[in-house]
């Protein structure tokens, strides 16, 4: 697409920090171009900027300004003619949410001048359901003008781990865990040292890239911002439906709830399989950085402040690791299942995943199942995830093939994930039903080995 000769428009969207402008900068390195960021100011101020950036890029002795954008542009195609060019607008969504003719015009622009161009521009976003409704969808005036849209997504672990390679396995999956698959986040993590060192050096000291950067990416996006860190707080801490997130603001939660949806922020997730009635609905932390920092950071800020870190990692973020990388394997391992989705590795091609959560009809007690997978007809695959340094036991097993018989399919496929395996009684009743046992070996080339795991 970037070597083409004729008009192309990319789409480009996704979370803030997840390496858009990196790639748009790269692309231009050996390339003729212009990018230009627009930011939360009035649209003259932004209008002002861009023309100066045209004209800094094309000098012309008789212009000095430009009234409007199609100006500009139309400045920008007499420059290009038909030669190959590189026009990226990131943040682009700071002006086409105030500007509101900004789309329109541009579709005059691709429409009618720009088709002759050898131009590529980038339109390029981090407000993710702006870019998704606004720019892509049917009732966009740009709607059919792209020719590719890419949704840039955090790094998945087994793409991570190349940024941590100085890291032994167990090493490398904590790192990830505190730091998400935002590439900048996880540079900062220097695997000569450890992780207890990283955290003190590169996330707690003062005048470190990763010190208050959730707080920092909030205030620059979000009016309010505390109610926003209200909520964040509270839902890393368990308070996951609406009425508890609203209750513990003192207001109605939806608008807030719905900005940090926008931003990618935040989750909305319902039971596998059961349709969205508003009612059973929970909210989750999408980005483990901003989970960690919420959990831990943000509530204990009296000890980063005094800079106590010593004293914060040792009594407060050590001790509650195991549970907080327990979330996180679950993660893994549902991101493996899909990277494994349509490959011999599983027994049937799924078209939904998700977790699950209700009464068992028989014991009237609360369950919930880690991960449930379904091709929308009759087979199901239920796993589970345990993440604790003892083999799972005969009980664990039998409690995966009780909960997998909530499930109303009857072509039932059950796999056990975990960190340390299974001890003998546990191996013998999860051989007999047919359980795919996998376990947590070594992160290297191959994510997951499967074993056949031998008796005790």
């Not at 049917?138 to 890419?150: E, V």
């Not at 801490?237 to 939660?253: D, Q």
């Not at 091609?349 to 919930?368: A, C, D, I, M, V």
């Amino acid at each position: 697409m970037a070597d083409s000769s004729q008009f192309e428009c990319l789409v480009l969207y996704g979370r803030r920090r997840v390496g858009k402008t990196y790639l748009m900068l790269e692309l231009l390195k050996d390339r003729p171009g212009m990018y230009f960021a627009f930011e939360q100011q009035s649209a003259p101020t932004l209008l002002a900027k861009f023309s100066e950036h045209v004209l800094r890029t094309f000098p012309s002795p008789y212009i000095s300004s430009f009234g409007t954008y199609e100006q500009a542009f139309l400045y920008l195609r007499d420059q290009i003619g038909s030669n190959p060019f590189v026009l990226a607008l990131d943040e682009f969504q700071y002006i086409a949410m105030q500007d509101h003719a900004f789309l329109s015009m541009l579709q005059n622009m691709i429409d009618h001048h720009w088709q002759k161009t050898g131009m590529l521009l980038i339109l390029c976003g981090s407000y993710m359901s702006f870019m998704e409704s606004e720019v892509l969808g049917a009732k966009s005036p740009i709607f059919g003008r792209r020719t590719a849209s890419i949704k840039l997504e955090p790094l998945r672990f087994s793409e991570a781990k190349g940024l941590l390679s100085g890291y032994d396995n167990l090493d490398a999956f904590t790192a990830w865990s505190i730091a998400g698959g935002m590439p900048l986040y996880l540079q900062q993590f220097r695997t000569s040292a450890g992780i207890r060192e990283n955290i003190l050096n590169n996330v707690l000291a003062k005048g470190s890239l990763l010190y208050n950067e959730p707080v920092f990416a909030l205030k620059q996006e979000l009016r309010e911002p505390n109610l926003y860190f209200s909520i964040l707080e509270g839902i890393s801490t368990g308070k996951t439906k609406y009425n508890e997130i609203t209750s513990s603001i003192g207001t109605e939660a939806g608008y807030y709830l719905n900005n940090l949806i926008a931003l990618g922020i935040v989750r909305r997730e319902m039971p596998f399989g059961e349709k969205d009635n508003g009612r059973r609905g929970i909210y989750r932390l999408c980005d483990p950085f901003f989970t960690f920092y919420f959990r831990f950071i943000s509530r204990y800020n009296s000890l980063v402040e005094s800079e106590k870190h010593e004293l914060l990692w040792d009594q407060v973020i050590e001790p509650s690791m195991p549970e907080y990388l327990g979330h996180r394997f679950e993660d893994l391992c549902g991101e493996q299942l899909d990277e494994w989705n349509g490959t011999p590795s599983l027994p049937f091609l799924f078209t939904g995943k998700g977790r699950w959560w209700g009464t068992n009809p028989q014991t009237r007690s609360q369950e919930e199942i880690d991960w449930v997978a379904s091709d929308g007809k009759d087979q199901v695959l239920v796993a589970e995830c345990k993440w604790r340094r003892t083999p799972v036991t005969e009980q664990d097993v039998n409690k995966l093939i009780d909960r997998s018989a909530l499930m109303p399919q009857t072509s039932r496929h059950l796999f056990l994930f975990s960190r340390s395996g299974t001890n003998h009684q546990a191996w013998k009743i999860a051989d007999a039903h047919h359980i795919k046992q996998l376990t947590f070996q070594d992160i290297g080339d191959v994510l997951w080995r499967i074993e056949d795991i031998e008796k005790e």
